[in-house]
Structure formats: structure tokens, C-alpha cells
């Protein structure tokens, strides 16, 4: 990895992608494997984001019911009622840890795709498809944020964070995946991101 891909973690933010209890919880309607058992690593590493005074982005999906707003492959199941991140429901809340104490998140501001602050430097923003880049104002906040480098978390790797991660090269940020704190990451996938420069780091390393 050259000085042009290298993170900056001076200018980086933290993207937390889809942790939301449908995807996380065992009980959730979609959970993913492996989700639950990196909380406690993901909250450690929201909080030093936080110490640190740099910048956290939760990115959720919120399916009206019925699923009019839903990603194609999704929609037929979502029509005959099945139940996932449904606004106001558990489900669609972010898991618990994750938030700073007592936020909530603000669905219909979300739906609106207007960024949610929960402070100085932490937000919520809505993703509509599999990318947190794709038809969202991420890339514009974080540049208002002064963000050169992200350091990708969260799930589901097949979709979201694949997505989500190239896309963030391609708008030449400087990316970190934080291998330990993503669902269904394999060796082959770290492989894969190294050959687009992309640093493959562990959550208690990424800042050193």
C-alpha cells in the first residue's frame, strides 16, 4: 500500500453500515452470521471514534411496509407482509451499544434522505440500495466533514459492504475494512481488496 491509498486517520471517518437488530439479532427476520458477536468490538471502536472527536456514520435501510421502497430481490417478500426494519418497529432500530446514549433514530427525517445529526461529528443517514453512497448525501458529508479516508464496518459483506467499499474507492477515498467487524468477510474477499488497495485491519489496530 502506497502514501496515496494509505488511510489517513487523522481525516477518517468510521461507516457503520446496516447494523440494525433485523440484521444482527439472532431473532431478527434477516439476521446475518456473525453480526451479534462483533458488537462489543464495533461499540469500542465507535467510542474511540468518538474520544477522538472524528467522525461516525451509522447508515440504515428502512422498508415501507409492503415494500414499496425495497431493492427489487427483495420486494415480492416484503409484498406478502414479511416484516424487515420496518419503521417504528425493534427491528429497524440500530443495535444497542452502537448509538450514543438516549438517540433515536429519526425515521421520517431519514426517509426524507436528510442526514440525522446525533452530534458534532455522528449522523444517521438512510440508504435506499446495497451502497451507503448510492442516491444518499454520504459522500457530500463527509466532505463537508473534511474526510479523505473511511474505515468500513458493519453488514452484510456479499452486498452492503462490497458495494460500499468500492464505491468509496472510486470516489478515491482511502479505505480500511475493518475485517473484524464485518459479517460473512472471507479470506478470498480480503484478497480480493487488497489488489484495490484497500488496508484489511483489525479494530484494535486501525489506529495504530
Known amino acids: 500500500m502506497d502514501s496515496m491509498t494509505m488511510p ?4 477518517c471517518a468510521l461507516v457503520i453500515v446496516d447494523m440494525q437488530n433485523d440484521f444482527v439479532l439472532p431473532e431478527g ?10 458488537v462489543p468490538a464495533l461499540t469500542r471502536l465507535t467510542e474511540r471514534f468518538r474520544d ?9 435501510r428502512l422498508y415501507e411496509p409492503g415494500g414499496g421502497n425495497a431493492d427489487l430481490c427483495r420486494r415480492e417478500r416484503l409484498a406478502t407482509g414479511e416484516q424487515l426494519v420496518i419503521p417504528g418497529t425493534k427491528g429497524a432500530r440500530i443495535a444497542q451499544g452502537l448509538l450514543p446514549k438516549g438517540a433515536q433514530l429519526d ?10 445529526p446525533l452530534g458534532e461529528q455522528e449522523f444517521v443517514i438512510y440508504k435506499p440500495r446495497w451502497s451507503a453512497f448510492f442516491e444518499t448525501r454520504l459522500h457530500n458529508l463527509l466532505q463537508d466533514l473534511g474526510v479523505n479516508s473511511v474505515a468500513v464496518a458493519g453488514t452484510w459483506y456479499p452486498n452492503c459492504i462490497h458495494a460500499t467499499i468500492y464505491d468509496a474507492a472510486a470516489l478515491d477515498y482511502r479505505v480500511a475494512a475493518v475485517r473484524d467487524c464485518i459479517a460473512g468477510i472471507t479470506d478470498k474477499d480480503c484478497s480480493d481488496l487488497e489488489r484495490i488497495s484497500v488496508r484489511i485491519v483489525e479494530s484494535g489496530k ?3
Open 52 to 60: 477522538k472527536r472524528q467522525p461516525v456514520i451509522h447508515v440504515v
Open 29 to 38: 427476520s434477516m439476521t446475518t452470521p456473525g453480526a451479534a458477536e462483533f
Open 8 to 11: 489517513d486517520m487523522g481525516a
Open 107 to 116: 425515521e421520517a427525517l431519514l426517509l426524507e434522505g436528510r442526514p440525522q
Open 206 to 208: 486501525l489506529f495504530q
